[in-house]
């Protein structure tokens, strides 16, 4: 399928985009497993980030009921709405597939929720490398209104996503994801997959949805949460005194005080820190400002 979409996309005056990141999935069998992966039924419907020259969107429209695909690349929605229209063109999309031209990062998700008859949402995603950070942010932000995501980024991204406290790659992202949600490494995927090649190697995991149990680790506020995390992380070197003083919640005396009755040390650095202890801290925080 890799000199197919080529021609392809040379056909309709068209070329992957560096603005947009684009690195095309080319291969069916590929496109397959990650579709396995996500354990549909005829029952589903199913919101595909990024539908490209259609490699995942078509074995997702033959597992799901309806595939809502959301694509930025005007070009591309040309491209499928042309190739509409009945048995006269068999390369078109399903008549199961409804497209959106939007950007993912711009997205309503309550609307999409709607869009998907009121139920939470089941992600596929190849992600452009260039939107995976902020991506998995939104994800975050709206985890209430997600089943699960299966998405395609980069491997380093993804490690950093199952890394442990202690490692280089433990950090926001590992924190805050890990409140929400857990992760599970599918797959590694090659350059050799993708129009055009890039020069990093992929990988697919699946993030489900499930805050943390309150009867584990207690109440706590989550926005009050993301200031301690970023404000530490925010300067990797400095120690967990320093660097949570630089967040301006209370005076430095206050939070000395505060990560010792955390029984943490106000030496250590925020990559030694598992997400409980995040928490723990988090909670006397909240009893401080409250005083």
């Known amino acids: 399928m890799y000199q197919q979409s080529k021609t392809l996309l040379k056909e309709q005056g ?16 590929t496109a397959e497993r990650i579709v396995d992966y996500a354990e549909l039924s005829k029952q589903d419907t199913v919101l595909e980030i ?7 969107t078509r074995p997702l429209a033959e597992a799901a009921g309806q595939v809502i695909g959301l694509e930025a690349d005007s070009g591309i929605i040309r491209l499928h709405e042309e190739q509409q229209g009945g048995p006269e063109h068999p390369d078109g999309l399903p008549e199961n597939v409804q497209l959106l031209h939007q950007d993912v990062l711009k997205a309503d998700y309550p609307e999409l929720v709607q869009l998907s008859q009121g139920k939470k949402l089941k992600i596929i995603a190849n992600l452009p490398y260039s939107i995976s950070s902020p991506f998995l942010f939104q994800l ?20 950093r996503l199952l890394a442990q406290p202690g490692t280089k790659e433990y950090g926001v992202p590992t924190v805050l994801l890990r409140t929400v949600a857990t992760v599970k490494m599918l797959m590694s995927v090659g350059p050799e997959e993708f129009h055009p090649r890039p020069k990093i190697d992929s990988a697919v995991i699946r993030i489900s949805f499930s805050p943390l149990s309150e009867r584990a680790v207690g109440a706590f506020d989550h ?21 949570l003083a630089s967040s301006g919640l209370l005076s430095k005396d206050v939070l000395r005080e505060c990560i010792l009755q955390a029984e943490l040390l106000p030496s250590v650095r925020a990559e030694q820190l598992a997400l409980e202890e995040f928490i723990r801290l988090t909670q006397v925080i909240t009893k401080h400002k409250s005083q």
């Open 14 to 29: 068209l070329a992957a985009s560096k603005k947009l990141g684009q690195n095309f999935l080319v291969h069916r069998h």
């Open 50 to 56: 990024g539908v490209g020259l259609g490699a995942l």
């Open 140 to 159: 975050i932000e709206h985890h209430e209104q997600i089943d699960f995501a299966v998405v395609m980024l980069q491997k380093e991204v993804a490690q």
């Open 223 to 243: 926005n009050l949460l993301k200031i301690v995390v970023n404000s530490t992380f925010g300067q990797r070197r400095k120690t967990l005194l320093n660097g």
